[in-house]
């Protein structure tokens, strides 16, 4: 592969090369396959105005609808540690090279840790930080992951370890260049520009060498499981907005759900299942929506957690970011990006936040939420399986009157 080291970035039509090594959600747009989501969204609409069919009976989330034949409703005998070992050791067998994305948070940590125990070496992992930013900014980066280097090392001693400095793509980005503005449909509505992940593969070039070996991928912890509970049956879906960040890069490997070991998300769904249904107590079905906006009970009952994190670091930074991403604010605000606007870089992130209304809000507002969040893309369901019975359903067959109804 030619890469251009002179160049910021990254050639478009190289880096829509990288997205064919794997197989992993994406977006379907009239029987044409999209890894980013304002792509499809620009074509989507196009095709819809040139054909009058309404954008949403033209963009479809898939996101592995082929594990409908699987049974959901079957729950895996062993353990969720025993399950997560074994995925450790088939993506091992499966990968020549495994690049991991650590956050100190309780996902990536759990992969992290699953390939510790399987006694299994993990080929580089990357981190990111912004250390100009502030503390606040770098919770688990700073407060997680960087005190705790010496211990990824000695779990991983043949491991490269990459560092990325976000903070850079912010400080040198000439927003009204052409090479920039071809960039902002690589962009993650919703998430950060200084940790954007595509912005990784324009800090750090030698992040694409590994794309010449077919046998490699870009591994991270996510998803967390959703559950909901209709008609007396429990289901499990997955909302493309919880995994919109991590689509963004290619070569993915989600360690929790995949198409070629579900057990591991199966089991998982089970586990917030048999949990959620002693808290029901007897309330109507649609009282099941309200656990999913507990994070912290999510991550105990899944089993999910740091142990390097003693001070509860993650769960300070939800308790963080959740009324920064809502609180309402004179120019577009992303969580994570929050004391960016009272730094050095507040002037480039105005023009950041001016360049990207233009260019994308501006024009395909339809398809992004309204109000404060705004700069958030309508999220968009996958298929549901059921957990009951084998059997699975779309959103508008479960709910005919439309979800947000429930």
């Known amino acids: ?54 954008p949403w009976f033209i963009l479809r989330f898939n996101c592995f609808n082929n594990l409908s034949t699987v049974d959901f409703s079957s729950e895996p005998s062993l353990s969720y540690q025993e399950l997560c070992v074994q995925r450790a050791q088939q993506l091992r067998d499966k990968y020549k090279y495994i690049r991991l994305w650590y956050s100190g948070g309780v996902d990536s940590h759990t992969a992290l840790r699953s390939f510790y125990e399987a006694n299994l070496p993990i080929d580089e992992i990357v981190t990111v930080r ?112 919880t995994i919109e960040g991590v689509l963004a890069l290619p070569g993915l490997e989600l360690f929790h759900l995949s198409r070629d070991f579900p057990q591991l998300y199966i089991k998982q769904c089970h586990l917030l299942k048999h949990a959620y249904e002693k808290l029901m107590q007897g309330q109507p079905d649609y009282y099941s929506k309200t656990f999913d906006k507990n994070y912290e009970q999510k991550n105990i009952i899944l089993q999910r957690h740091n142990e390097w994190d003693t001070q509860n670091i993650s769960q300070r930074h939800n308790k963080w970011a959740k009324p920064v991403a809502d609180k309402d604010q004179p120019v577009m605000i992303f969580a994570h990006d929050y004391f960016a606007v009272s730094s050095e870089f507040e002037t ?59």
């Open 348 to 406: 480039q992130y105005k023009k950041f936040s001016a360049v990207f209304k233009k260019n994308i809000y501006d024009v395909y507002q339809n398809y992004f939420d309204a109000g404060q969040n705004w700069k958030h893309t309508k999220g968009m369901f996958s298929i549901f399986w059921c957990l009951d019975e084998h059997k699975s359903l779309t959103v508008d067959q479960l709910w005919p009157n439309g979800f947000g109804n429930y």
């Open 130 to 241: 912004q250390d100009d930013i502030g503390k606040y900014h770098n919770f688990e980066s700073t407060q997680v992951v960087k005190p705790n280097l010496a211990k990824i090392r000695a779990w991983f001693p043949t491991a490269k370890i990459t560092e990325l400095d976000y903070t850079i793509d912010l400080n040198n980005n000439d927003f009204d260049s052409d090479r920039f503005q071809s960039k902002l449909l690589r962009m993650v509505p919703g998430w950060h520009l200084i940790r954007n992940p595509s912005s990784a593969f324009d800090l750090d070039h030698t992040l694409l060498r590994e794309f010449d070996n077919c046998s490699h991928c870009e591994l991270v912890g996510e998803p967390k499981p959703r559950v909901i509970k209709k008609d007396n049956k429990w289901y499990t879906y997955i909302l493309d907005s």
């Open 1 to 54: 592969m030619a890469i251009e080291n002179t160049k910021k970035y990254i050639n478009a039509a190289i880096w829509q090369s990288l997205f064919a090594s794997t197989e992993r959600p994406y977006y379907d747009v009239a029987g044409k396959v999209y890894y980013n989501k304002l792509e499809a969204i620009v074509e989507t609409d196009k095709l819809s105005k040139q054909t009058g069919i309404g």
